[in-house]
């Protein structure tokens, strides 16, 4: 591996938050799923799942990229907007209000991480670190497009074009 690319100790803290946000995240996404009671909102979330296992190992890459840890931080924004989600997660609404409520939760943390990709990617365009802003790039794109399917499930949701279905 070629030598470590410099980054400013703001752009490491700034990928700390990130990996914190993801890692957060990952263990939580399994209890989405199995609140969810349609079968398209249990498969995006689990295509989530799938796109933050891949964001974690992207962002991995750019920790070994530029020669410095990114793990063990805790994040005090992710924590705060799963404590808000928690609750939804119990609703004993009827079965598309849940799903609806968890899908506006969900695009919460979709903007945090979209607000987070776009800072650190700045921070290393304006670094002239090439390599870490193609991956951050990447990752901002998977949580914009989250972003909108999450938007649009809960519009079909709210018109009654999706129907509750049991989990199998």
Request: glycine share 6%.
């Amino acid at each position: 591996m070629p030598d470590p690319v410099p980054v400013s100790e703001t752009l490491v803290e700034q990928l700390r938050e990130l990996h914190a946000m993801e890692a957060a995240l990952m263990p939580f996404l399994p209890k989405m799923v199995l609140a969810g009671s349609s079968v398209q909102f249990r498969a995006l979330v689990a295509t989530h799942l799938k796109e933050t296992e891949g964001q974690v190992a992207r962002l991995d890459k750019i920790s070994k990229h530029i020669g410095k840890s990114l793990k063990g931080k805790s994040s005090t924004a992710m924590s705060g907007l799963l404590d808000k989600i928690r609750p939804s997660l119990q609703l004993s609404a009827a079965p598309l209000a849940k799903d609806i409520a968890l899908l506006h939760e969900a695009q919460r943390i979709e903007q945090a991480e979209i607000a987070a990709y776009q800072a650190a990617a700045a921070l290393a365009r304006q670094e002239g670190a090439g390599p870490v802003v193609v991956l951050l790039e990447k990752t901002e794109k998977e949580e914009e497009a989250a972003h909108r399917l999450l938007g649009a499930l809960a519009g079909e949701m709210a018109a009654g074009s999706i129907q509750a279905t049991p989990s199998p």
